[in-house]
């Protein structure tokens, strides 16, 4: 087992034609089987750091390693593999495929990762074990994703970022459009998933409510040296 989950090392990123730089992260680790609460204010660079993480992003200086693979040694192609294979990804937007079931949306990393179908097993059983822990029903799991509510769509973005037990799990404001009893029952299966499989959490929130149940709690300011700069 790896003792990191994500180290950034000497990390910066800039947005193309911006004056300054959005993220300046000298040195950031999230240990193995670690769960952080990452708040800041709308706009500081959340979405954009996590976006790195998960290799969607690339930096334009220095170093971004998850589990023990530098991304930046990865092609594109290896690189979208890499992802499909180790990390679930909860999107503020969800990314669901519109015109896929919600069953189809949520096994798809199944289908985009070999080694993740085969940690699920049997994978129509885990789409059902996750939903029926979110409160989807089957009837709402045959139904286009576009046809969903945009909480029950949320729902089934969180069940397709954990389902085939991904090492490192990152959250992007996951419960924003939840009501207060799915949110708890989202938090609980995220945080016992997480734990039952020994993989990391990188949890964004506005919700300061939710820190309590995390190991750390981390403010993006105190990572981010580029926040000195433009505060
Ligand atoms: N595609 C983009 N092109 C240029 N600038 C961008 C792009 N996406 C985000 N930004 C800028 O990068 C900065 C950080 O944005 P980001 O979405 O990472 O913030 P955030 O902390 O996640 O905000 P929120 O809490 O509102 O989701 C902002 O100033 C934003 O305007």
């Known amino acids: 087992m790896t003792s990191s989950a994500v180290t950034l090392s000497a990390l910066r990123f800039a947005w193309p034609g911006a004056a300054q730089p959005c993220l300046e992260v000298p040195d950031f680790r999230l240990a193995a089987g670690e769960r952080l609460f990452l708040h800041g204010p709308s706009g500081s660079g959340k979405t954009t750091l996590l976006s790195l993480i998960a290799g969607v992003l690339s930096p ?43 069953a189809d949306n949520i096994a798809l990393p199944c289908r985009f990762s070999p080694a993740r179908a085969q940690r699920a097993g049997d994978v129509a059983a885990a789409v059902r074990r996750l939903a029926g822990h979110l409160d989807l029903s089957s009837e709402l799991l045959a139904r286009p994703a576009a046809e969903l509510s945009v909480g029950q769509q949320q729902r089934v973005a969180a069940a397709r970022a954990l389902i085939g037990a991904p090492a490192l799990v990152i959250a992007d404001e996951p419960t924003s459009s939840l009501d207060a009893a799915r949110q708890d029952a989202f938090l609980a299966l995220l945080l ?20 309590g149940r995390f190991d750390r709690c981390a403010e993006l300011a105190e990572l981010n040296r580029a926040a000195e700069v433009t505060a």
């Open 192 to 211: 016992a998933e997480c734990t039952s499989v020994g993989a990391s959490l990188l949890f964004v929130s506005h919700d300061l409510r939710l820190a």
């Open 60 to 102: 334009s200086a220095g170093r971004v390693q998850v589990l023990d693979t530098d991304l930046g040694t990865l092609s594109g192609r290896r690189r979208d593999r890499f992802r499909a294979e180790h990390i679930g990804i909860v999107f503020q937007q969800f990314n669901l495929i519109p015109y896929l079931s919600a």
